[in-house]
């Protein structure tokens, strides 16, 4: 999202707002219901989860300050015996870093006619700007799920984002028909976040899941910054009939509920939305191997500590009248970036999509 994004749709003219033509009769009434039948909308999940914040004006960029990880027992140099002759053995202190945020304008816009607006019994404008606004919040959670995929992985020597995959595999390459999500992967996911060893596959053929030099942030969840699973539809449908899950969810409880939670197992939210990232067979798929099929790469994270979401403007809308063109224009503004706080804060849970 750094680049500059202008979205105009062409000028809607009767022509374009007036509906589907048919026939009728002179003496044969006919009621048009001032009220749309709304299409289906995706709904937006991913960004409520971000460490979000808005830049002052006069901002360019937005710094998310962290510590890379505690020092712990083992980051901490330790006298045993008194300093009588020798001054105390003191700890480089270097585990703190920022990650910057360059929020990137964002312009949409519709331009109405004054006589598309007079002769259509919908409010034109009131429509207009529900999709401008419906369409910006699907935006920027898209922008927050690719900005998790686009993680870092975990390497030999550095922490970084794990992995979990469907059935026996060890590769998007290795996924085949019917490794899909099961409870068991929710619970490797969930291990994987909390414990301080950070595991990554080797490159060797066969891969393999080997341990970091690297130690890793212990996560765990809680109700301020809790444990989040992000899985499409397809997937939520396999939870629903797998009696090991629907017996242990947690419905109706008085925990405070998200857009899209179907329920909370093993202490993690359950979350499901269409903009968790597909991938068709035979292309890249999210880990670099080339895909045997049509995959998802579901997410476990944890909230507020694995992405931020940098606010240059907040959606801002703008309805003007526009004499030359005889229109009503109305205009989107907003700024934004998402990006990446802590890549060992992200498990990725990658699955066949049937």
Known sequence: MNSLTIQELAETGQSTVRGTSFTAYALSPVKWLAEIVDAARNRHFFA????????????KDIVFPKRTVYLGRSGMT?????????????????????VTATPAISLSGVAITNHALRTNAMNLLDRAKEDLVYAIGDTVDYAVSTALVGATAATSSARGYQTV????????????????????????????????????WTPSSPAAEASSSAT????????????VC?????????LLTDSQFVNAA??????????GEIGEYLRAKIIVTNNVLAYAASVTGP???????????????KARKSVGLAWGIEPKLTIFDFPSRAEQRILLETAYQAKVIYDDAIVAIDVSQS
């Not at 330790?78 to 585990?95: G, H, I, K, L």
């Not at 947690?250 to 925990?255: A, F, Q, R, V």
């Not at 880990?287 to 994270?301: F, G, K, N, P």
Request: net charge negative; charged share 25%; hydrophobic share 35%.
């Open 48 to 59: 409520q989860f971000a460490f979000q914040v808005v830049a002052p004006d006069g901002t």
């Open 78 to 98: 330790y006298d045993t015996t008194e300093r009588t002759a020798a001054d105390v053995s003191w700890t480089t202190y270097n585990n703190v870093d920022g």
């Open 165 to 200: 995959y469907g059935g026996d595999a060890r590769a998007d390459s290795e996924l085949a028909a019917g490794d899909t999500l099961t409870t068991d992967m929710i619970a490797a996911a969930r291990m994987k976040l909390m414990s301080t060893t950070c595991k990554y």
């Open 216 to 227: 890793k942030n212990p996560w765990y969840p809680d109700d301020a910054e809790p444990f």
């Open 230 to 238: 992000f899985i499409p539809p397809e997937m939520e449908k396999i």
């Open 250 to 259: 947690e419905y109706g409880s008085d925990k405070v509920v998200h857009s």
């Open 287 to 301: 880990d670099a191997s080339t895909t045997a099929v049509a995959m998802y790469r579901c997410l476990m994270i």
